[in-house]
């Protein structure tokens, strides 16, 4: 976790995936990805990859 005067940056958490819809789903967020916009199956599974990279190894995504 990073915590600066006007920001804070920490691993996902399950918690989050009330507002994955609106960034994962959205296809102008999603246009440059390698998916476009996900549903919400991909979403959870999303979600659930970032969840199990950070413990196991400490750090989001696929940066292990």
């Known amino acids: 976790m990073f915590v600066g005067k ?15 819809d609106a960034i994962l789903g959205d296809p102008e967020v999603m246009q440059f990805s390698d998916t476009g916009a996900l549903g919400k199956p991909d979403q959870l599974a999303w979600l659930h990859n970032q969840l199990s990279h950070v413990s196991s190894y400490g750090l989001p995504g696929n940066l292990a």
């Open 6 to 20: 006007r920001l804070l940056l920490r691993n996902w958490a399950a918690k989050d995936r009330i507002c994955l």
